[in-house]
């Protein structure tokens, strides 16, 4: 039988606000998406050599390693600068990204998802919660478009 | 009691005592290890990142100048250079600490003793990094401390014996940095090399496939991408091994905590030639890294 304190333990661990390694964790998962994306969108121009798209893909893939990079870079500092409930939000929407790239073979939905992807990665770095929960918002616009 | 009696027990005392401290320079060793192990991973990220954009920049369109694409690489990953050198205190501060403890322990390492040198300074590297953003400041002032009770034991006299009070006083910052250690290695480092090993696997797969000489007047014209397989698959190989690397990390870094636990545990009831078993399951954890990387 669980005493008032268990319980009262227990909603308070629930509700706690994520740790700097948590927000670190989050960084590292969003850089993964990001780098594979970055990936599946090089090894589509290396074997479409001439869609034409490969311009727009080109132009993705390398904004998608800029973020990649920035976003290790800054899960290493630990920001510190925790971001509540987005952070949840963030996590889930890097595993949806990453379950529908598995899933999804056609370029088009990829390339919207890349762009969302990078907006993603923006509101990320800075930080801030409004940003990223809108950003979240694309991100699910964009697979549900895809 | 008689002067020659008392030198006698004296002398006992101190056999025990170095007999008592065996497992703490053992582990003390070990843990130093482990530190020596993880330093590549600090260093590597930007190395990897730039291995990476050299294999894209190879595949791209336009002009190719081997060494523009260099620099083009460096620059782009500067950022994973830096982060990596300040990812590298948290394994200095813990190999400063480690080693600390083996000479602490007034006994010889029976494990890594070559490894051992004298502190890195840790303490004071930290210190000049505290109060700025670069890491959460709860981290620094774990890595800080564990760096600092290390300075403590080499330095002052007072504490030159170790106590179990030394040891618990140490063990949150201890279990703060290590864990520091793993979220940089397991999740950041290896998010990187995942990364690369992605465009080098694609690559290799087309080297491959451009191989094909249909007729033997077609083989001379594939020899270049023939021969570029095996660097590929080289480069493939070392991403591997460090991968491989990282887990046998994980497992002897969590293995160092125990062994750091037990330590304080059994601090006055291990004697003699007995050895602490979490000790020993530490040290063949950290011996398990040694013998991956032996074959880089």
């Known amino acids: 039988m669980p005493t008032a304190a268990d319980i ?3 909603a308070l661990a629930a509700t706690s606000v994520p740790t700097a390694a948590d927000t670190a964790e989050a960084l ?4 993964d998406v990001a780098g594979h994306t970055s990936t599946l969108l090089f090894n589509y121009r290396r074997d479409h050599p001439d869609a034409p798209d490969v311009e727009q893909a080109l132009n993705l893939e390398q904004t998608l390693d800029v973020r990649a990079i920035a976003l290790r870079a800054q899960a290493v500092k630990l920001l510190g600068s925790d971001v509540g409930l987005a952070l949840a939000q963030l996590k889930d929407a890097a595993q949806k990204v990453d379950d529908f790239l598995a899933a999804e073979q056609k370029i088009e939905g990829r390339l919207v998802l890349a762009s969302s992807v990078v907006g993603l990665a923006g509101a990320a770095l800075v930080g801030d919660a409004g940003g990223i929960l809108s950003a979240v918002v694309a991100v699910h616009a964009a697979l549900k478009a895809a | 009691m008689s002067k020659r009696l008392l030198i006698a027990v004296l002398a006992a005392c101190l056999g025990g005592c170095a007999a008592q401290m065996q497992p703490v320079a053992d582990f003390g060793a070990a843990a130093n290890h482990v530190a020596i192990a993880y330093h590549p ?4 990220m930007g190395v990897s990142c730039e291995q990476r954009e050299r294999y894209v920049a190879l595949a791209n369109p336009g002009p190719f100048d081997d060494a523009a694409a260099e620099r083009a690489a460096a620059a782009t990953c500067a950022p994973l250079k830096e982060a990596g050198a300040t990812a590298a205190l948290f394994g200095q501060a813990l190999g400063d600490y480690a080693t600390a403890l083996v000479k602490a322990s007034g006994a010889k390492a029976a494990v890594f003793d070559a490894d051992l040198k004298g502190l890195s300074g840790a303490a004071a590297a930290l210190a000049t990094k505290d109060g700025t953003p670069i890491f959460d400041s709860s981290k620094v002032s774990a890595a800080s401390k564990i760096a600092r009770a290390a300075a403590a034991l080499f330095t002052e006299a007072k504490i030159q014996v170790l106590t179990r009070q030394t040891l618990a006083d140490n063990h949150d910052a201890l279990v703060v940095t290590v864990d520091a250690m793993k979220t ?21 797969d087309r080297l ?18 023939r021969y570029a397989q095996a660097a590929a698959r080289a480069d493939i190989a070392a991403n591997e091994l460090q991968a491989r690397r990282v887990r046998a990390f994980d497992k002897a870094a969590d293995a160092l905590v125990a062994a750091h636990s ?4 059994n601090f006055d009831k291990i004697g003699g030639a007995r050895r602490l078993e979490l000790v020993s399951e530490f ?14």
């Not at chain 1, 590292?28 to 850089?31: E, N, P, T």
């Not at chain 2, 991973?41 to 590597?44: E, G, L, Q």
């Not at chain 2, 007729?215 to 594939?222: A, F, G, P």
């Not at chain 2, 011996?287 to 880089?296: E, G, K, T």
């Open chain 2, 208 to 225: 491959v496939r451009a191989s094909t000489a249909p007729t033997q007047s077609e083989v001379e014209s594939r020899l270049p991408w």
């Open chain 2, 262 to 265: 037990d330590l304080i545990a």
């Open chain 2, 283 to 296: 040290v063949a954890q950290a011996q398990a890294i040694s013998d991956d990387a032996a074959a880089l």
């Open chain 2, 184 to 204: 940089y290695a397991d999740r950041i480092y290896t998010g990187q090399l995942t990364t690369t090993r992605g465009v080098m696997t694609g690559e290799l």
């Open chain 1, 28 to 31: 590292a998962d969003l850089a």
């Open chain 2, 41 to 44: 991973f600090a260093a590597d």
């Open chain 1, 8 to 10: 009262a333990a227990a």
